[in-house]
């Protein structure tokens, strides 16, 4: 409550410092406006129970000091309670953030329990740097074990850090830590094989508009090669001979991205699978040679078997 009214530049209207002016003085319609905002607020931020006490009142003053009286106690055993919650709080499996939180929601209850020396003084400047050392070695002492070697180093400097700055030392540790636990991330091969192979599945043909290859390997375009189900064979007359140096040498610029695993064309592997053969289409090819030399060579044989007339040792003897 004290925040808001100082916000709002109203706290002289409740701690005695802006009294109430002279009935008829000039700025006694502006007090009461000011008084009136000030109570409406007080109104709204008490319970229902205690708000039926202050509803008759016209006087934030009044109404501010009856509240302090009644409920701004300090009370011995909160105090003994706090200190003692100060000294029992550990981390435990809480992280430095969490603990070093709680600590100083406690270490500010307890300021405001208890009235510190304020001043410029020699005496009061030494009195704040043991407040803070005794905090300091409070936050040290709840730490755990996991935390001595650098616990140590902290005792070890010269002058002793703030508490604020010791939370910051142990705070990066810790971070260190949690990075060096978490084991590196190791790609997969089905993931590389994935992405390899939705990028193969992305490449359309300019020709055919099919996916998996491109133009300068569609079959549709420099035709079919031996031993693929639609091929017809070369010197057929209609058909579109198979142009072999031409698909070569677009297979071999788009290589890198319409090949995954080894595995060539997307419509050569589907017709090579569909016909069940288990042959390249350099291997089709070198045994359709053979099998036409082969031919060649047969008709190049006259035929002596069926040759008629006798035999040269026919007239040897009997045979």
Request: net charge positive.
């Amino acid at each position: 409550m004290k925040i808001g009214l100082r916000a709002k530049n109203k706290l002289a209207f409740v701690d005695g410092s802006y009294p109430k002016p002279d009935q008829g003085s000039d700025k006694e319609l502006q007090w009461e406006r000011c008084n009136a905002i000030v109570l409406s607020w007080i109104m709204n931020a008490v319970s229902k129970e205690i708000f039926g006490g202050i509803v008759y009142s016209s006087d934030a003053a009044v109404v501010w000091n009856d509240l302090r009286e009644r409920f701004d106690k300090v009370n011995g055993s909160r105090i003994f309670a706090i200190h003692r919650e100060i000294g029992c709080h550990v981390q435990g499996s809480n992280s430095i953030s969490t603990y070093y939180s709680k600590l100083r929601q406690l270490w500010d209850e307890y300021a405001s329990l208890v009235t510190l020396p304020i001043c410029s003084c020699e005496s009061s400047k030494k009195f704040i740097a043991f407040d803070q050392q005794h905090k300091l070695l409070q936050f040290l002492m709840g730490l755990n074990e996991s935390f001595t070697h650098i616990r140590s180093h902290i005792l070890m400097m010269d002058p002793l850090p703030t508490v604020s700055s010791a939370f910051a030392i142990i705070s990066q540790e810790e971070s260190h830590r949690s990075l060096l636990s978490v084991p590196p991330q190791r790609l997969e091969p089905s993931a590389f094989y994935s992405a390899q192979n939705k990028r193969k599945i992305d490449v359309r043909c300019e020709h055919c508009n099919m996916l998996g290859h491109n133009k300068d390997t569609c079959f549709k375009l420099h035709g079919y090669p031996p031993g693929h189900k639609f091929y017809k064979g070369p010197w057929k007359a209609g058909n579109q001979r198979f142009d072999r140096e031409g698909y070569d040498k677009g297979r071999a610029m788009g290589k890198a991205n319409t090949t995954v695993a080894g595995v060539d064309h997307v419509d050569q592997s589907s017709a090579a699978t569909s016909s069940g053969s288990f042959f390249s289409p350099d291997q089709y090819a070198a045994i359709l040679k053979l099998l036409e030399k082969e031919q060649i060579s047969d008709k190049q044989i006259p035929p002596t078997v069926n040759i008629a007339g006798p035999l040269k040792w026919e007239d040897s003897g009997d045979w």
